[in-house]
């Protein structure tokens, strides 16, 4: 902590915003829309709607008018280059002109430094301390160079691991300890949180690197080529920096389909403990996996931005380039009409090269020679499938035309029906796909209603007899 830095950290993003007279709004608003809710990007219209509501709550409150102006003005002071609390930027995707919203790394920091301040339920020591253990212990043992001890370490792991086989088998199972549950299950939510929150910084760090390939794309005086390899090779040291190795290796992990059936088999059985119930916490962890997924998007999305410009720097400069050769050769045929009247005096007033001719003779070619076609002496013995194909032969068809008739009879004495009810009164027959069918139906009627706020379970049988069921948001038609 010097003393230089520290004045030079007077004029970061973070230190000018709690300086801010208005920082209690902006911390609390920005706090209430994007960490209590986890959403990472909001549509402009719909954060100044927010805004507003906020505002007229606040001034209600008070009893004063202290933030007179409307939510959009204040947004757009927020994401202004001079206060960098929001960033606001168009999505590439995008066809409308509607821009979005994020948090900057900045003030995530802030909001997450003035939350440390809040007292917390109970603060536990010891899962930091096994943890802190933990992570040392596994270094020592990574970075060890001897065989020998290697493997004198797991011949005791693997003893551990058969006493308590063991003990098990016996029945001597130790009951678990409810506080250590609970330690643990709030270190995971705090880690969670800050695994999203880095993840801002990560792209953050990304998008700088975009625009500096941008400026000097601008700038440049360079050649092409020098241009080129002077990006990739900026692009290559940041993808093999440790940074860029380890987003590298947690997107393969995100990606794999068993890392993440193992994950929401955990969380779920995690979740259900009685422990974590009676806990204060909110829904992060439960939908943990759909966060990561979506930051970990918008990072490689960042990234096919830097391509996509530089692809776009390849065709603009083709485009210079042969711009510039068809005023090279305008500028020629220019001056030979000038001289076409009154040529010059000495005949020879330009000389060019003596260049030697390609001759190609027609009778040097090669022979036109047709593929040749294999023969095939002996028929391969037909195989024999190792499954049951009768399933190919059992698929059923959804008829929508039925469901929605079913949807107009229930709704003749009813001004609504929700999805269950609806189930109640005519079964599922054909399983999961008339579910689906029905979700279908809603999401393209205009007379009907999914509610995400509140969640029903449909419940049918298979073609086997056993009772299935699937939770999903409330789904209500409307006459």
């Known amino acids: 902590m010097d003393f230089h830095r520290l004045v030079g950290l007077r004029s970061h993003p973070a230190w000018r915003l709690l300086q801010a007279d208005s920082a ?39 009893g004063d008018n202290k933030f007179p102006r409307k939510g959009r003005d204040y947004l757009n002071d927020w994401a202004s280059g001079e206060q960098g609390y929001l ?30 301040f809040e007292q917390k339920q109970f603060v536990g020591t010891e899962s930091r301390l096994l943890t802190v253990f933990r992570l040392l212990n596994e270094i020592a043992h990574e970075t060890e160079a001897d065989p020998q001890l290697k493997i004198d370490r797991l011949e005791q792991e693997k003893v551990a691991l058969e006493q308590e086989i063991a003990r098990l088998k016996n029945g001597q199972s130790a009951p678990h300890d409810p506080t250590r549950v609970k330690e643990k299950f709030l270190q995971a939510e705090d880690t969670a949180r800050h695994l999203l929150s880095d993840f801002r910084q990560v792209e953050e760090n990304f998008r700088h690197l975009d625009r500096g390939v941008r400026e000097r794309i601008t700038t440049g005086n360079s050649g092409k080529g020098q241009m080129l ?23 393969s992990w995100l990606m794999s389909p068993a890392s993440q059936e193992e994950l929401q088999q955990t969380l779920e059985k995690v979740l259900a403990l009685p422990e974590v119930q009676s806990l204060e916490h909110d829904e992060l962890l439960g939908r943990i996996r759909f966060r990561l997924l979506e ?66 003779l027609p009778m040097s070619r090669g022979l036109f020679r047709p593929a040749l076609r294999p023969v095939i002496d002996e028929t391969p ?70 509610n995400s706020d509140r969640e029903e379970t449909i419940s049918w049988k298979d ?17």
């Open 24 to 62: 209690p709004l902006i911390i609390s608003f920005l706090n209430r829309a994007f960490i209590l809710t986890n959403q990472r990007s909001i549509a402009a219209e719909e954060l100044a709607t927010r805004l507003d509501d906020y505002l007229h709550h606040l001034r209600e409150s008070t």
């Open 87 to 116: 960033r606001k930027y168009y999505p590439a995707a995008s066809v409308g002109d509607e821009p979005l919203f994020d948090l900057t790394p900045a003030t995530e920091k802030v909001i997450e430094w003035l939350s440390g």
């Open 229 to 251: 390899d002077d990006v990739f090779s900026e692009q290559d040291a940041i993808t093999e920096s440790d940074q860029g190795r380890s987003f590298k290796a947690f997107w």
């Open 295 to 360: 930051a970990g998007d918008k990072v490689n999305s960042t990234c096919a931005q830097l391509v996509e410009q530089l692809r776009h720097y390849l065709a603009d400069q083709a485009w210079l380039e042969n711009r510039r050769i068809m005023e090279i050769v305008r500028e020629i045929e220019q001056s030979a009409i000038a001289v076409r009247q009154k040529p010059p005096p000495d005949k020879l007033f330009a000389c060019l090269q003596p260049y030697k001719p390609e001759i190609e």
């Open 381 to 450: 013995e037909q195989g024999k499938a190792s499954f049951d194909s009768s399933v190919l032969y059992s698929q059923h068809y959804v008829d929508e035309r039925e469901l929605r008739a079913r949807i107009r009879q229930a709704l003749q004495d009813r001004q609504q029906i929700s999805l269950s009810e609806l189930i109640e009164q005519y079964p599922v027959r054909k399983g999961l796909s008339e579910v689906v069918a029905y979700l279908h139906i809603a999401t393209e009627s205009d007379r009907a209603m999914i």
């Open 463 to 479: 073609d086997s007899g056993y009772q299935k069921s699937a939770g999903m948001a409330e789904v209500l038609f409307i006459r």
